[in-house]
């Protein structure tokens, strides 16, 4: 256990359905991180919190919509997903954006395909 | 370039041996540098991370860093199957918003 939780460990979804993926955090770390990782790619960063705050959004199709109620919680509500979506994601904790602590905690991951 | 580059692999070495990860980073304005170690089917797990030019040990892990050669490695002493895993370079690019960013990782298979 990292400290960082993820849930569902698995998900199966149709081409139309909307689900959402869940992390939280026991760290009392002030940001979070949802990163994608497909076979033989560098992990991907998708969006940053800070304090609660989206401070970073790597050009990410609007069917991946990220919600962060405080610095505790992080979710990525997907909705109308491509097959080309089936990766593992990851979520991420660190102390701050600042950087150079290298505080970066990664939760299990879900593993989501698309059908 | 890409911002973080490695080796694919993979990377065989017999039990006992060293293992010798590499990596190289585009940004010259980079302080920060980490290994993580990345299980089938796990998620990352920092090993080892690096601020300054050198070597830094920990038990059978030696992280070296070159800031002229924008050049990282990773050494693993007495190589065990344990071992074997997926090892990602990352750094914190000053480009990049101060944000972590990965290599591909580079798989290592210790042979028994």
């Known amino acids: 256990e990292t400290g960082v939780t993820q849930t569902p460990r698995h998900l199966v979804m149709g081409m139309t359905n909307k689900k959402s993926l869940k992390c939280e955090q026991h760290?009392?770390?002030?940001?979070m991180y949802w990163y994608k990782q497909s076979a033989k790619k560098p992990l991907e960063l998708m969006f940053v919190y800070n304090f609660k705050e989206q401070t970073e959004n790597n050009s990410v199709p609007s069917r991946f919509s990220p919600e962060c109620p405080n610095s505790s919680h992080l979710f990525l509500h997907l909705h109308t997903l491509q097959p080309e979506d089936s990766a593992l994601y990851l979520c991420?904790?660190?102390?701050?954006?600042?950087?150079?602590?290298?505080?970066?905690?990664f939760g299990s991951g879900t593993r989501l395909t698309v059908v | 370039q890409k911002e973080v580059e490695q080796n694919s692999g993979p990377l065989s070495v017999p039990e006992g041996a060293i293992a010798s990860l590499n990596c190289t980073y585009s940004d010259r304005g980079s302080q920060s540098f980490f290994w993580y170690r990345q299980y089938s089917g796990k998620s990352p797990e920092l090993i080892m991370f690096i601020y300054s030019n050198g070597d830094k040990e920990d038990g059978r892990f030696t992280a070296q860093l070159n800031k002229a050669s924008q050049y990282v490695s990773l050494l693993i002493r007495d190589s065990q199957p344990s071992d074997s895993a997926t090892y990602l370079c990352?750094?914190?690019?000053?480009?990049?918003?101060?944000?972590?960013?990965f290599g591909a990782g580079t798989i290592l298979r210790v042979k028994s």
């Open positions: 990352a750094v914190i690019s000053k480009e990049y918003g101060n944000k972590l960013v």
């Open positions: 760290l009392g770390h002030n940001a």
């Open positions: 991420a904790s660190s102390q701050d954006t600042r950087g150079r602590r290298p505080g970066y905690t």
